[in-house]
Structures are given as C-alpha cells and as structure tokens.
C-alpha cells in the first residue's frame, strides 16, 4: 500500500469527529467548527487523490474551488447568525 493511500485512508477515519459533532453538536457554533474542520479535510483529501490518480493539477483545481466553497459558506451563516443574534438581543 502506497504512502498516499495510506494517509488518505486515515484522513477518512479521522473525520469521524467532526461529522459526529455536526450531527450532535450541542450548539450552532460547535455544529459550524464541525463543518469547517470537515471541509478542510476534505480539501486535503481531495488533493491526496489527485496524487494518487496522477492527475495532480485538476485535483488541485477542485480542492481550491471546494475551500473557497467552505470559506465563503462559513462567512455567510456567521454573518446570518450575528444578525439573528443581533435582533434578539435588543
């Protein structure tokens, strides 16, 4: 077994975590870090295929689009959530 694989099978397993605290996050906030580590992950996850299928370029291309995803997702609930806040606390 490749070097490459091997990491990316352990990448897998250890997204255990953060899926799990997405699903029973105790807060929205704890549910949000789940994602962003996920997504990041995922990104890594993604370039470590490209590696392993050779085709490293357009798996590199996909994992930036995919992090600037997760990146501009995250700005949109934060800034959804402050403004839910925000109306509810006056």
Known sequence: MSGSLLAAIT???????????MARGPTVFDRMVGVGATGT????????????????DMFVD???A????NFSSSLVVAKYL???RGESAR
């Open 66 to 69: 995919y992090a600037m995803l």
């Open 62 to 64: 996909i994992a930036i």
């Open 41 to 56: 992950t995922t990104v890594i996850l993604v370039c470590l295929l490209g590696r392993i299928a050779g085709r490293m």
């Open 82 to 84: 402050n403004a839910v």
């Open 11 to 21: 990448l897998i397993l250890s997204l255990a975590g953060p899926v799990y605290r």
